[in-house]
């Protein structure tokens, strides 16, 4: 399907309700749901969501771009195939074709995480058709006592980790850290990790074309789930990959608080955080008011999330209408558009909270 070829809207919203099924994230909790619901009342949305896939090109659960009640709304990658070079920018759309190598996500933990590890995209173990996948998390919320795993302990030695994890004791090993609202925390390929309960993120992912980013479980904690991701002692535990993901541990990462202070930063508004290695930029909006928003690499797209209170993006030439994004929507922001006006309002009674997210190639 080819759409009209003509330069696009200046930007453009996908529609907010890409959920993963229960089945895949059995950890899946509410804080998905409840941005969801309490701003789109009239969607049949579950009351438990692990993932949403905000902003994707992968076909596995794909966007579409988000249209009037009388318009068919088209497959993202449709889009961008139509208007790729005005959408991406000349230099992403050479390279990536309609693939948008900006995958974002939200996340959301009632139950830890398996321990898990990316690997680098030139890993000698990936199958045809995988890739690595790193990734951030951009952290919404966490309670008092959440908590994420990141790399390991300090002053321990490979053989000793690697035995723990062995066997199956990744707690005697890995480093604990208590996320903060507003912390980024960078993961890059070769760190083993796991996100713990009461944890809220969005995670943009960097995934190759016509690739599937791939995770390898070291421990799922000894958990057994039934098909329809329930748990329960009569249940089957999910697949492992321990020796594929003990073969890509970056050993030349840092361990305990040094990993921490290499891979953790805080946002504050209007300001876009540094990370070294880390590929994700960003640009958090945290308070009311208007603002004009250049993209963050220079003629290259910018994607927009908002979790509380409403935005409305508007072309500074006047030319076309606004759009306005409320909590749970993800929009684009096209190339060939140097600057954007930005106004977050307050709307059901919480102040506007929303994220720019530029991609370093």
């Known amino acids: 399907m080819i759409l009209n070829s003509k330069i696009p809207h200046p930007f453009f919203k996908v529609q907010p309700f890409n959920f993963v099924p229960l089945s895949r994230t059995p950890w899946g ?56 070079p ?14 948008v190598p900006l995958l974002l996500k939200w996340l959301c933990a009632k139950d830890l995480l398996s321990v898990q590890l990316h690997p680098t995209n030139t890993d000698p173990r990936l199958k045809p058709g995988e890739c690595g996948k790193p990734e951030a998390w951009l952290v919404l919320d966490a309670q008092q006592d959440s908590y994420v795993y990141l790399g390991f302990k300090e002053g321990l030695t490979p053989t000793e980790i690697t035995q ?8 005697r090993c890995l480093y604990k850290y208590h996320p903060q609202k507003y912390d980024v925390i960078f993961v890059p390929p070769g760190l083993v990790h796991a996100i713990g309960p009461g944890v809220f993120v969005i995670e943009p992912q960097y995934v190759l074309p016509q690739k599937s980013g791939k995770t390898w479980r070291i421990s799922d904690w000894k958990r057994t789930y039934l ?7 009569q249940g089957t535990p999910r697949e492992l990959h321990t020796a594929d993901a003990l073969g890509a541990i970056d050993w030349n990462l840092p361990q305990g608080k040094a990993l921490v202070n290499q891979v953790v930063t805080q946002v504050s508004h209007a300001q876009a955080p540094q990370l070294p290695g880390n ?54 922001v096209c190339a060939f558009v140097p600057q954007v006006e930005v106004i977050l309002e307050s709307y059901l009674g919480e102040t506007p909270g929303a994220c720019f997210f530029g991609f370093l190639d």
Not at 90 to 95: A, G, H, K, N, R
Not at 164 to 171: C, S, Y
């Open 164 to 171: 723990a994890l062995l066997e199956d004791d990744p707690e």
């Open 279 to 332: 590929p994700f930029l960003m640009m958090p909006y945290l308070e009311a008011g208007t603002f004009i928003y250049n993209h963050l690499i220079p003629e290259q797209f910018s994607l927009i999330s908002v979790w509380s209170g409403k935005v409305t993006l508007r072309d500074m030439t006047g030319d076309t209408p606004p759009i306005t994004l409320l909590a749970g929507e993800c929009g684009c």
């Open 227 to 233: 098909p329809n991701g329930t748990l329960s002692p």
């Open 86 to 99: 005005a959408i991406l920018g000349e230099s992403l759309y050479t390279t990536y074709g309609a693939h």
């Open 29 to 84: 909790g509410t804080r998905i749901a409840e941005v969801k619901k309490k701003y789109h009342p009239t969607q049949d949305i579950p009351a438990l969501i692990g993932e949403s896939w905000e902003f994707s090109t992968d076909a596995s659960f794909p966007s579409y771009v988000q249209q009037n009640e009388n318009t068919q709304s088209p497959l993202l990658t449709d889009y961008i195939e139509a208007h790729g």
